[in-house]
DNA sequence: TACCGTGGATGAAACGATTCAATAAATAGG
DNA sequence: CCTATTTATTGAATCGTTTCATCCACGGTA
């Protein structure tokens, strides 16, 4: 127990090893300008106190870290745990690390995590943002934090973006529902505030309009989550039959999951034999719910790691000039939309 | 645009509205102690300049931090996503902040946030251990960090603790599938490097023993995965029908997941009819699973939030003791366990 | 012998905040 | 009007690093 005892600095070591605070320094950070032997004695010493670097005031001095700050709409959602995992991935190779900041769907934490991730001087920020309201970023961004925005196509030019092309994810998916044979879709998703979730309903209206006797019906859900999806999966069920739909296309897998329970647990609908159902997100659950999920899938890890590359290139290269990367979703079929 | 410009500096402050450095900083963290005029002019003048407190150099002031480090085993386990979620929020109430190291099940990783921790002066470490090997633990406690241990009884009395009793847990599970008349129980798990899964097993033992024509048979797996649950799924089913289990115990809902897939794709295997089936962590997800998970369910979210009140009592009381904190789990029965 | 260059080591300044002793100004009391 | 007391403000020291100009000793060269 040392509670208290102040730690050792490199002023103590110093001491111990009869050399100037500088030289230890260069032995941390330069250890081909020192010599031989002041070079062991001065690992010994390190090793004898057990000396940790002071990363706060290496911070100080340099003025940058080494920690990127990713703030996620919701860390419940699979998908973007993956983000997640890939950002860190990539950190760990660029000897950064990645800190965590989840908004768990509300605006207010996400501002939350701004202000400390400003204050933390992080070295920049990887957000997924909720709303349109760009003012904070904007903020940040002028405060010189770099910020790179993630699933989500910057309008202005003052950002790297990185997105996958949600417009096509939502034709892939009803396409695919046409394809089999369905005609009456309905779409689950909300708030529209989430450009995903606009983006992939004017998929899904492209894709639903031109073909005879194919419509698209809009159940808004108030987020994109299985408690919501489970909601409007009863709404849903409780339509007299000739109402119902054929097929739903779900904004995300969370919610299709809901509809999952929801339909699973009024018996009368059987999915895909009444209804079709199809997700978006490809998480690891989709494959193992109640009847395995057709999705829309997104390089989700790979989103991650580029994210933290672009920000790479943004805080070390003067030359750098902002990117907008797109990347092309997947459908992946399974059980949920055979063929009736 | 700002690249390159330096950030303001309270110095800026400070000039800007024609009062000395300290003045500046009493208005930040005592403004009662300022005069009316004063502090009006440098609030305007923190407003103009956008000046953000520079953490940093707060904290190597303070030696002391407001965030505090989490490390799990895998963030791709909802389990301990849940628990992260208690952690910050009862962070969030303290006005710190949570910093989340994913060790992907590598004990490499995890030593490499825990030094990362140490190098940022955490105020804390929250970690839910890997292996039975304390060494790299005791050196940060040593070092003067607090350590807590989460989902772990701590055997020495260096640390405090919170776990949930996985005995009464495991003996919980098998004591209900035997109440549904199985008899050939397989438990499910692995590596036993893992406290939960020895626990687990144990308490299942418990519940075997004395109950006439009862077994338990054990399948190792090499990690609590849903692959590695769809592996030994896949080796369960190929099993010969009278070698087969009556029932599974798995050692987490992901490895209940997996056998589910496994055995769902095995289309000769039915759940619950050919085989009950019940998990342990009761994730969200197990609910909505091809069919529905019996599970045991752990506090999750109240384990985090106990786990930084822990920490926060150990680093602000001196007369702070250690202490074990202990949950009791709960059988959840849903559809994988019923009666044939 | 005087001079120069060089590889190592040093000491002090700087980063941006907090804190505290010292000071200045204002107020009250006698 | 002088002193004592309170209150507001200042300036300097400090936290633990990194960095850079300076310095020193030593060897080689003219």
Redesign the pocket.
């Known amino acids: 127990m040392n509670r208290g005892r ?9 001491r111990h090893a ?9 032995v ?3 250890p ?8 062991r004695r001065v690992t010994q010493v390190i090793e004898e106190l057990g ?4 990363d ?3 911070q ?4 940058q870290s080494l920690t990127v700050g990713l703030v996620v709409q919701d860390s419940a959602n699979p998908f973007y745990n993956e983000i997640a995992l890939g950002a860190e991935a990539a950190a760990e190779k660029l000897g950064q690390a990645v800190i965590l900041g989840n908004a768990g769907l509300s605006p207010a934490r996400e501002g939350l995590y701004l202000d400390l991730f400003q204050e933390q001087r992080v070295r920049g920020v990887l957000i997924t943002p909720q709303s349109a309201d760009r003012a904070r970023i904007d903020t940040l961004r002028s405060r010189g934090i770099p910020v790179i925005l993630v699933d989500e196509h910057a309008s202005s030019s003052l950002y790297c973006s990185l997105a996958v092309d949600d417009i096509e994810g939502g034709r892939l998916a009803v396409e695919h529902l046409l394809s089999t044979g369905r005609r009456r879709i309905a779409f689950v998703g909300g708030p529209d505030s989430l450009h995903q979730v606009r983006d992939r309903r004017t998929g899904a209206r492209r894709a639903v309009q031109g073909v005879p006797g194919a419509s698209l019906e809009d159940f808004a859900s108030e987020a994109l989550t299985v408690l919501e999806g489970r909601r409007i999966g009863e709404q849903i069920a409780d339509l007299p039959q000739d109402r119902r739909p054929d097929a739903v296309f779900a904004a995300n897998d969370l919610v299709a999951i809901g509809l999952l329970q929801a339909f699973a647990f009024h018996r009368r609908i059987r999915v895909p034999e009444d209804i079709a159902l199809i997700g978006y997100d490809d998480i690891d659950f989709a494959t193992s719910a109640i009847v395995p999920l057709s999705s829309i899938r997104q390089p989700a890890r790979l989103i991650g790691r580029t994210a933290v590359e672009l920000l790479e290139d943004e805080s070390t290269d003067p030359e750098h000039r902002h990117r907008h990367v797109s990347f092309q979703p997947e459908l992946v079929v399974r059980d949920s939309t055979a063929a009736p």
């Open positions: 102040p730690p050792v600095s490199i002023k103590d070591v110093a009869n050399v100037s605070i500088g030289t230890v320094s260069n941390l950070n330069r081909e300008m020192v010599s031989e032997d002041r070079r000396y940790v670097r002071n706060v005031a290496r100080l001095k340099a003025g």
